[in-house]
């Protein structure tokens, strides 16, 4: 059994990667943002680990077929950690890379808008997973600002429908069941085929087809890095994998990378 290398070692070989790419795309998952309180799905503290009936309300058909699951996915949403959540030093540090113009493109797996309001360019996000500040109709496609329609919760509305059509109203996430965005797939393919450089962070890579853009980006000649607290599917692919927390490790990545430390 080999060792996993010296994480300082492994530090400094990415940070070289990182200065000597002019393409990077990055691809986050919840352990970016399990720093900042928001927990993951399935991990040991993971919200359907917990409580596995909530994935029901994150099932398209439950929801749609369901009053009851509506009403629970509702009052869910009221008590949603990433109303409060503040970005953590892992979003600052992407701001910091697209600051220094490498970073070409940001695929989040994560509803939260986190990296919006650490100040990620909303141009260069690609939400392949939705977004939870939003609802959107069902049935006439109307959008909204999700605050909106939790004041309705809160004045005693418990499954409030869309204004313009009285369709059923959900955040505008994708749900199991339901089709990913095809121009927000078509954007994260394309990133992964332009890059010199992948780095996934703090995802499972086990979702798809989201994971996929990983070994795409491989077959197209772009060095991988992952970084992640536990193992991946994909470790195997990677030129490099950190273990460790996100918020510590890739400040360090791109500090280092950008001169601001010894190196």
Same mark, same amino acid.
């Given at each position: ?6 994480? =300082? ?37 993971? %919200? ?22 509506? /009403? /629970? ?25 697209? /600051? ?11 509803? =939260? ?11 260069? &996000? ?54 990913? &965005?095809?121009? =927000? ?53 990677? =030129?490099?994998?950190? /273990? ?9 990545? %791109? ?9």
């Amino acid at each position: 059994m080999t060792s996993m290398p010296d994480l =300082d070692s492994e530090i400094h070989a990415v940070a070289k990667l990182v200065r000597a790419a002019s393409r990077i795309a990055v691809l986050t998952g919840a352990g970016i943002s399990t720093e900042s309180g928001i927990p993951d799905f399935r991990g040991p503290q993971g %919200v359907w680990t917990k409580n596995p009936a909530a994935e029901k309300l994150s099932t398209l058909q439950h929801y749609m077929n369901d009053p009851d699951v509506r /009403r /629970r996915a509702w009052q869910q949403r009221l008590q949603h950690e990433a109303w409060e959540a503040e970005p953590n030093p892992g979003h600052a540090a992407l701001v910091a890379l697209e /600051r220094s113009g490498k970073l070409k493109a940001l695929l989040t797996q994560n509803i =939260d808008g986190l990296h919006q309001k650490a100040g990620s360019n909303p141009a260069l &996000v690609v939400e392949i997973h939705g977004t939870i500040h939003e609802v959107v109709c069902m049935s006439c496609g109307d959008r909204a600002p999700m605050s909106k329609a939790l004041d309705r919760v809160r004045s005693g509305e418990e499954d409030p429908s869309c204004r313009a059509c009285n369709g059923i109203l959900k955040s505008a996430t994708i749900s199991f069941g339901q089709n990913l &965005v095809a121009e =927000d797939l078509r954007r994260a393919e394309q990133a992964a085929l332009d890059c010199e450089l992948m780095v996934a962070i703090g995802s499972s890579l086990g979702v798809y087809p989201i994971a996929a853009v990983v070994p795409l980006a491989k077959q197209a000649g772009a060095h991988i890095v992952i970084l992640n607290g536990t193992p991946t599917e994909m470790d195997g692919l990677a =030129d490099h994998v950190l /273990r460790g927390k996100i918020g510590e490790i890739l400040p360090r990545i %791109v500090a280092e990378a950008e001169g601001t430390v010894g190196v």
